[in-house]
């Protein structure tokens, strides 16, 4: 089913990501981790579907999207960027694979990292957060979705990665199985997977040699 919904605001908060809230249709269910495809509702767009994650919390009266877009691309991303307030979007119905089980390890490679971001608010509104971690892989500091926001929500249980600068306080260079060992249990912790899909293949390589057992894997390819 289709829902067209008005977009309340725009705003960039990173060099090339933007956070659209829009009005939450009536009746309208997810659990924090899920998506849905989105169609801007303008002539020659509406037909291109691209599925993105709600960062909203389930119970908030809007709905949030935290986008990276790709100008060179020419496509949906792009055209996102150019939308105001009372332009509207299309959405259909609710998906998505990754849902919280249980605390762990969350792993996320740039904009990979959406599904948690509505996952840790949900648990921090619960007071929740528990033991939770976020290995978050970006190229340059920069590039960090809400690298303040991930601060105040987990202190020190957050770990950036950037491959491509160093910065002091992030560690330089890509994930790795030590990275991974040293930060969670590999017997008992879940494991939030979600990034690109080399990242998500070099990932699941990673916790396949530590044994982690395929069951405690949650994951979503982007
Ligand atoms: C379940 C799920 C949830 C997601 N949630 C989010 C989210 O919350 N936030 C988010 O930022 N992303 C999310 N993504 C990823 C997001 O859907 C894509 O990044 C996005 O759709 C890409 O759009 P686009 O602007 O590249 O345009 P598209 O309209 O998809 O593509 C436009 C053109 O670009 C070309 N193209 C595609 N890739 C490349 C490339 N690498 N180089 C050159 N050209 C290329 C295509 O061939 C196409 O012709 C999610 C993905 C999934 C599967």
């Given at each position: 089913m289709e829902h067209t919904v008005k977009i309340q605001s725009v705003t960039k908060i990173t060099h090339d990501v933007v956070q659209i809230i829009a009005e939450k249709p009536a009746d309208y269910f997810f659990v924090p981790g899920q998506a849905t495809d989105v169609s801007i509702n303008k002539k020659e767009w509406r037909d291109k579907k691209n599925p993105f994650t709600f960062t909203s919390l389930p119970d908030n009266d809007y709905l949030e999207f935290t986008i990276k877009t790709y100008p060179?691309?020419?496509?949906v991303t792009n055209e996102l960027l150019n939308l105001r307030k009372e332009d509207e979007l299309i959405l259909g119905d609710v998906f998505g694979e990754i849902n919280y089980q249980g605390e762990g390890l969350f792993i996320a490679g740039g904009a990979g990292v959406t599904p948690f971001i509505s996952i840790l608010r949900y648990l921090e509104s619960k007071n929740e957060m528990g033991d939770n971690k976020l290995l978050f892989a970006n190229k340059k500091r920069g590039d960090i979705i809400l690298e303040d926001e991930f601060k105040k929500l987990l202190g020190n249980k957050l770990v950036n990665i950037l491959s491509e600068e160093k910065v002091e306080g992030c560690i330089k260079g890509h994930i790795t199985k030590d990275l991974i060992r040293k930060h969670c249990n590999t017997t008992k912790s879940y494991f939030y997977v979600c990034g690109p899909p080399p990242m998500m293949d070099a990932v699941e390589k990673m916790l396949g040699e530590l044994n982690v057992n395929k069951k405690l894997i949650v994951k979503e390819a982007f």
């Open positions: 060179s691309h020419h496509g």
